[in-house]
């Protein structure tokens, strides 16, 4: 834990402040990969430009501000240029293999970088013609094919490097299939058959495929909240945040733990990276947590959690939900609204847990003498709020989505050179923030990209309405049973894959057919994105778990059972808004019906929360029931999810029949528990207390 001290008067105690977690260097990942090679000298400046070009040209592009003279770029055109600035530094930044050289680029290393970046330069000079002679369906020339064949290769071992095997294995015979669709053995998989040189156009020259909705979700809007995000983190918001979930949550009941999951929740906004997000704030607030009594694992599993809240929560999600709002056709905007309800349902989730638990083990806060103090950090860092501000009326307001991010980080800039003296920015800040950035966007690029060939393979072939059909008739029309099977098959694609790929290969395969059983879109959607990133935190994979046990020095396979037990919330609430699109708020007067929604959830998952935990706030630790400690913490759990769970729709009870079911079962839990946790207390000889 790094912190700093605050001279103190006389006898008053020593006042922790907390130094910034991100520090100059942080990177914030998608794919989560840590072997990687830190660029020198020549190279180090060749992606700096390149990066400044990126940002340049997005600007350009978002603002129509004509750097160009005389010339009118195209979509397609500004997509490929991006490729070609940021694509071939994949094969410089992330090693072929384990025991490639990290000090020094190989020569085929290089190879791959010309080979990459002269492939891209001749497809965007061709990409203008192709559209008006319609190439992507035939009658593409030669050379054209050929870079189209060496961009294919290319991006395939670009999904290697940042994925890993496991993103290669599973989209690279997806994006092969189109060669043998109409194979007898495919089943349900049949479509229409391609050649390899009709394949190849329509995956590079196509607005389907490489061209598609992931590569337009990064040129249109990503590009603009990481570079908010690289600026928040590089002017000392990371610090202003500890220090401010300390001073406000510090002192409550099993404080450390609450900071944990405001600190990341603020945290995540700037980055939307699960990985990034426990190494930065886990640092500061697992051995807080260790040291007020909370034991390892479990501290971890709670940081692992509050982590993983980063890619639900609003303003700044993750990149999957700009590719969500991409493939709805909605802005960004309509997506960071219908993931305000699910993120407060989940961090309330996590804070009731952490207050239960804190309450049985008997864990107090932290000394009020031992914390930063709250004016003194909102003195500090008042002007991360009004950038905040500014960023959410621009979008919610405004519905200017691509400009937000730019007028936030003009702000945030203009004011961080006026008011702060410790985070004012250099030449020098200005080539690292370039640097943090490039990094990022190579490895969304490298990732983003050969995605995008997923849906470039079933637009050609045509199957996604037929499979639509036939996932209907497994399901027997059954939404239940097709949500059932849907959660399962993005669990274990999330196993394997990013969550941005593994939501590409949902929304492509199993949303039609959820849709087609008359299922709010966004609810859908949201659906699987959900149950994309859950493998964060469910073994064997829980890479957040396991990267928090690395911190705490916890066993890494119990901090995964541990994060599933404390995050056990997430794994529900997605049917929660697939059954009443409210939540998500959609439909008829959403906010009203959302809000009364979140509350009646947010008042089931009390009793769930204290089920699990094993304390029930305003009746007492459950151990005082004896022998009926657990059936009543069952019975809690159940009648929990039954108040919490939204009626009507596909249900087939109304709201006020599911909320009287679950009282039903609450109330007399609950007196049983009062009468048997509050008993006088049995005297020597077997007499009670008068």
Known sequence: MSSSTTTAPQDEAKRVVFDDPHGAAANMQEAEVTRVRTLRGAWRWLL????????????NQQFSLRFFVGYTQLNTEYFYLLIALMLPFTFLIFPGTERAPLDRIPWYDLVLFVATFAAALLLMSNVRKAAEAGWEFGGA????????????????EALRRTGGWSLLLSVLPFTVYPLFAEAGWLGPFRGTQSTIEQATAYHVLSGES????PIQAFADTVIGFLVFGTALMMTGAGKFFINLSFALCGTFRGGAAKVCIFASGLLGMMSGSIISNVLTAGTMTIPVMKK??????????????????????????????????QFLNVSYADVALA????????????FMQVDAYAARHKLKGIPRAELPRVMDTIKDGWYYVFVIALLIVMLLYFKRESHAPFYATALLLVLNQFFSKDTRWTLATIGKFLEVNGRTFVELVGILAGCGLLIGAFSMTGVVSSLANDLLHIAGDNPFLLLAMCALTSLILGLGLTTTACYIFLAILVAPALEKLGLNRMAVHMFIFYWGMLSSITPPVAIASFAAAGIAGSPAMKTGWE?????????FLPFFFVLNPALVLQGPSPYLAGFGLMGLAAFGTLFICGGIQGYQPFVGDLRGAGVLEWPLRVLLVIGGFVVATPGGGIMPLSQLQVTLLGLGILLPTILIALLLIRRPPAMPDGLRVP
């Open 48 to 59: 700096v430009a390149a990066t400044a070009a990126t940002i340049l040209l997005c600007i």
């Open 141 to 156: 020339p030669n050379n054209v094919i050929a870079a189209g064949l060496v961009m294919w290769v290319m991006l395939m």
């Open 210 to 213: 490489l061209l598609g909705i």
């Open 292 to 325: 007020s009594g909370f034991r390892a694992s479990y501290a971890a599993a709670i940081e692992a959690c509050a982590s993983t809240g980063a890619v639900l929560a609003p303003p700044v999600m993750g990149a999957t939900a700009f590719v969500i709002a």
């Open 339 to 350: 993931a305000i309800i699910p993120a407060v349902l989940y961090y309330a989730g996590l």
């Open 563 to 571: 994060s599933m037990w404390v995050g056990s919330i997430i794994y």
